[in-house]
């Protein structure tokens, strides 16, 4: 095949705006690149891949009303868990696209009764490249007639957010390597480090829902949530240290700690939390649970009114929250909590930090798709100990899905 008769076929083929093929050749096989004006692409791929059938090229019609991209392990399991109707039994209908790749789709009904239907895929890997690769993909090929969405996991701020609150992106925007950088080696940023920063935002009309759907429907999406809230590490942390203050005191008066009737019930990780506790200092011994002179200073300090335990209590007692903020997008996993206050310095409000949302807005930019929106759940801090927290990963999934469904359910079609 010549590249004449490429260039015929890839003319067939769908594209999003301002965008062009660009053909190349190397070692006897021809590649192709799609680029657009601002300078986004989808990397070189062998022309076999585009390779399609009339019957296979982009429908003359919207075939879907919302398209939602999943990235991380756990996002698009929790999602196939949101169904239609109060005995939730119709599943999730597995399709495949044009590149023989899986996908879901599923109808639901809004509040005023005018049903949707929602298609969903696997970016099948992290990351803003195969998000944006996957998204172009399915985007040319069931043309979304309303929305392009994203649910799932994020790191949060906490001095700002909880883990388990659902962060709807009110803008998204790419965090600079070099920001990146600098944080890591604790060195002073460049001026200009954010000059290049290009945020989409979400739509205001949706903007405005986001704040009254929290302050008036939370109990719409809670409840449908699958997975009950777990515990967090720093919660069970000052619980146990106080448990074993307490009866290093007063053994009389109070139990062993490993044999509280409460301790499956306020500290059920309490074999890892002891682990942690002696890897911290706070104890002596694993067996025995003896508070080193650092781990009574711990317990003290959570003894006082208006300290860290006394908050912890509070948010264990509350729902999950729905919070509007700006979402930085980052190129790999973030283990330095110092990143939210350099980027609070330039982008005010930032409270979640993930690896793929920038390519959501960037691909309903460029698409022309009328309305897209991100809601990422707090599943860590970004901090170096964000491992410990790793049961709330199911939880934070699951709230992500369950609140845009019923966020849609809603506001779709008002």
């Keep these: 095949m010549s590249e004449s008769e490429i260039g015929d076929h890839l003319s067939n083929l769908p594209l999003a705006q301002n965008s062009r093929f660009l053909i190349s050749k190397a070692n006897n096989r021809f590649f192709v690149e799609v680029c657009s004006d601002n300078k986004t692409s989808v990397p070189v791929t062998p022309y076999s891949n585009f390779k399609r059938t009339n019957r296979q090229s982009r429908p003359k019609y919207n075939s879907v009303d919302v398209l939602i991209i999943t990235a991380a392990d756990g996002e698009q399991e929790a ?52 998000t944006r690769e996957a998204a172009f993909r399915l985007v040319s090929q069931l043309r979304p007639s309303q929305c ?70 939370i109990n719409d999406w809670t409840d449908t949530i699958k997975v009950e809230k777990p515990k967090s590490y720093e919660y069970q942390k000052y619980w146990l240290l106080e448990r074993i203050y307490e009866h290093q005191e007063n053994s009389i008066k109070y139990p062993d700690p490993e044999k509280h009737e409460d301790l499956d019930k306020e500290c059920p990780k309490s074999g890892q939390v002891i682990e942690y ?70 982008v005010r409000g930032t409270y979640g930090i993930e690896m793929e949302a920038y390519a959501i807005g960037e691909t309903a930019r460029e698409y022309g798709i009328k309305r897209w929106i991100v809601a990422k759940a707090v599943s860590d801090y970004a901090d170096k100990h964000r491992g410990r927290n790793k049961h709330f990963r199911e939880y934070a999934c699951q709230a992500s899905a369950s609140f845009l469904i019923a966020f849609l359910k809603k506001y779709l079609y008002v």
């Design 148 to 217: 392009l969405a994203m649910v799932g996991i994020c790191a949060g701020w906490q001095e700002a957010v909880n883990l388990g609150d659902v962060l709807v992106a009110e803008q998204v925007f790419k965090i600079d390597s070099e920001l990146l950088r600098a944080v890591y080696n604790e060195q002073s940023l460049p001026k200009d480090v954010y000059k290049n920063i290009k945020p989409y935002d979400l739509d205001f009309v949706w903007s405005d829902q986001v704040k009254l759907y929290h302050k008036r429907y």
């Design 79 to 130: 999602l196939l868990k949101c169904r239609d109707g109060k005995d939730d039994q119709e599943p999730w209908k597995q399709k495949q696209d044009n590149y023989k790749l899986n996908y879901w789709e599923h109808s639901f009904t809004c509040e005023n009764g005018k049903s949707f239907k929602v298609a969903t895929a696997d970016a099948r890997k992290m990351g803003e490249k195969a």
């Design 277 to 346: 506790l002696k890897k911290e200092g706070l104890i002596e011994d694993e067996i025995t649970l003896t508070l080193t002179d650092k781990g009574k200073k711990e317990v003290k300090k959570s003894l006082r009114r208006g300290s860290r335990i006394q908050e912890l209590r509070k948010q264990e007692k509350e729902e999950s929250r729905v919070v509007l903020c700006p979402i930085g997008t980052v190129d790999k996993v973030q283990e330095n909590e110092q990143i939210f206050d350099d980027v609070n310095k330039h």
